[in-house]
């Protein structure tokens, strides 16, 4: 397991941290890309989860930044990345979009990406695994 301190991590922003030799997104979700997630027609997804569902508090987001088509990291990290037509995640090897909770929206990818097993340790403490 891996303990992260969320603290200096300003909503709007994202950080990616390493376990299990893989990058694991957290971003601190903004008021507005809480209710984007939230908004969406759950029926209308390929892998149908709400967004209540991939998260434990509404303004963290933690999931693994592997694409579930062939393995990528998708762009959607920095500020400066294209994060696709859903203000996520873009995959530019085959063109996946992500939403602002990490759920496949358009492209190839099959599955949404996957939030691994985490809890809050503090307030602004998340350990992974």
Known sequence: STEVDLTPVEAGQAITVMWRGAPVFIRHRTTEEIMEARKVDVAELRDP????????????????????????????????????????????CHGSHYDTSGRIRKGPAPKNLVVPEYEFTTDTTVRIG
């Open 49 to 92: 989860q709400t967004d209540e569902e991939r998260v434990k508090k509404e303004q963290w987001l933690v999931m693994v930044g592997i694409c579930t088509h062939l393995g990528c990291v998708p762009l959607g990290q920095k500020p400066s990345d294209v994060k696709g037509e859903y203000g996520g995640w873009f995959c530019p």
